[in-house]
Structures are given as C-alpha cells and as structure tokens.
Nanobody
C-alpha cells in the first residue's frame, strides 16, 4: 500500500511563496508518476503540475506556469511544489497523487491510484 502525506500549506499574502511537500511510501518511488492537483470550494479538482518517474519530465497547468515548480527527491521519497507569486485564486486544498503507470496521462486525475489527504493553501489579497 502506497501512502502519501502532504505538508506545507498555510495562509500567505498575495505575492508570497509556499513550498508544499509530499512524503510517499513505497519501495519503487523513483518510478512513480507524481502529480499535484487542487480543489477550491464549489469547483472541480484541477491539475496543477506533474513529474514522471522515468526521465523526470514535467508538465504544468497554464494558470501556474512560470510561478510554480514541481520537483522530486528520490532519496527522500518526496515530491515538492514550490509556489511563488501566489494569487488569491490559487487558494484551494492541494493534493499530491502517485501512480506506477509509466504511460500515465499526467493531467488526468482519475488515472492516479494513490492520493494524499490534502493540505489547505489560502492566499489573502
């Protein structure tokens, strides 16, 4: 069983930064596709960023491109989301997700088998 635990959320002013972390259990972490998604009240869960295990290629939603950076540390079984220049519209619960499928469509939330419990990010104006 793969378990994911997010941390690093909180309250920040617009223009500020936060770094989310997600610790992932599992013996083959380096092969996992890892994604960050978010869900604001009354809205559907949306793709934010993802990184593949093989090659480490990344993908970003247009709304956050240039402001957020996803990275992974295979030695620590962790994935990170560095969020800069935060805007009030970035406020949401942020979830990390993992899957062992190397051909996973990174932007499709339904493809990820494992999910964390989420961490709240609130950006004040």
């Amino acid at each position: 069983q793969v378990q994911l635990v997010e941390s690093g959320g909180g309250l920040v002013q617009a223009g500020g930064s936060l770094r989310l972390s997600c610790a992932v259990s599992g013996r083959t972490f380096s092969t996992y596709a890892l994604g960050w998604f978010r869900q604001a009240p009354g809205k559907e869960r949306e793709f934010v960023a993802a990184i593949r295990g093989r090659g480490g290629s990344t993908d970003y939603a247009n709304s956050i491109k240039g402001r957020f950076t996803i990275s992974r540390d295979n030695a620590k079984n962790s994935v990170y989301l560095q969020m800069n220049s935060l805007k009030p519209e970035d406020s949401a619960v942020y979830y990390c997700a993992a899957d062992v499928n190397p051909y996973l469509l990174l932007r499709e939330s339904r493809g990820y088998e494992y999910w964390g419990q989420g961490t709240q990010v609130t950006v004040s104006s």
